[in-house]
């Protein structure tokens, strides 16, 4: 039972963000906002931990509220909020990126890189806007959050070469068929799967997201703890999704919110609400 937090030794609390923090429409509810402010109060480190690149997070928002770290794109990069410091890094190099993009390149896909914290796509905005429109197992909030923080730059892979970019993320999104089944993504995941030399995971929606190998969510927390001189085990991990899962088994204590996929639910130590219900606040007051 959840109540059986209490008294835990909580000193950092790593929050997902969709389908953990966030409500359905990309807010966080005065609840969850009070809860945080109260923890922060407490001395507790609380950050954000999202498979999102440091521009598409809340900032402002964080920083009202007391939290100053975030865990960013799977882990693979973590920031310092008040001043937008990389802490860590482990990213794809920039041939392996390449090779990735041209061993899908067939597929119609969105392909999203995320470089130095920020956003980068395939294609233009028209293209963006058609597959998104096409895509109707995405909630608005998340529509308007994609369109806002991305930049085009047409051939991704023609983009990272001549540039010699290293990435700290991609996310490849599909469409689904009048059945809820996502076109194309079965052939993909088999792909990539196919190779030892990065991480592949579901962040939600039918995605498919890739880092470095061995880069994950726990990469992240590992990181922060050991800049702020925190123990594995005083550390709480708070998410839904599977991309979440290696955060909630490293952390001393995995708490999966109700709504969570199958995995995270077999595999935390707690559950919580969901995230219409104020699952992060319940989970969060237990331990203050």
Do not use: W
């Not at 008040?82 to 390449?98: F, H, M, R």
């Amino acid at each position: 039972m959840l109540e059986n937090l209490k008294g835990k030794d909580i000193k950092l609390i790593a929050l997902d963000l969709d389908g953990t923090l966030f409500l359905p429409n990309g807010t966080i509810s005065e609840k969850n906002k009070e809860a945080i402010k109260k923890a922060v109060k407490k001395g507790i480190h609380v950050c954000l931990s999202s498979g999102r690149p440091l521009a598409g997070l809340p900032k402002k928002e964080a920083l009202e509220l007391g939290i100053e770290y975030a865990i960013t794109t799977n882990g693979s990069s973590v920031y310092r909020l008040t001043d937008d410091k990389l802490i860590g890094e482990s990213p794809l190099d920039c041939k392996t990126a390449v090779d990735i993009l041209d061993s899908i390149a067939d597929f119609e896909i969105t392909r999203d890189a995320y470089i130095d914290g920020k956003a980068k796509s395939a294609g233009d905005l028209d293209f963006y806007l058609n597959f998104l429109d096409r895509q109707g197992h995405l909630t608005k909030g998340l529509k308007d959050y994609l369109i806002k923080t991305r930049s085009f730059v047409g051939d991704l892979s023609k983009y990272i070469k001549e540039n010699n970019l290293k990435l700290q993320k991609f996310t490849f999104n599909f469409l689904s068929d009048d059945y809820g089944n996502f076109i194309s993504r079965d052939d993909v995941e088999k792909i990539l799967r196919s190779r030892d030399d990065i991480t592949v995971v579901t962040g939600g929606y039918g995605d498919l997201e890739v880092t470095a190998k061995g880069i994950d969510k726990a990469n992240g927390i590992k990181i922060l703890c050991e800049t702020l001189g925190i123990d594995k085990a005083n550390a709480m991990a708070i998410g839904d999704s599977e991309n979440d899962l290696a955060m909630i088994t490293y952390s001393g204590v995995g708490v999966a919110m109700a709504n969570s996929e199958d995995i995270i639910l077999e595999n935390a130590d707690y559950i919580t609400f969901s995230c219409i219900d104020d699952g992060v606040a319940y989970a969060i007051e237990q331990v203050i």
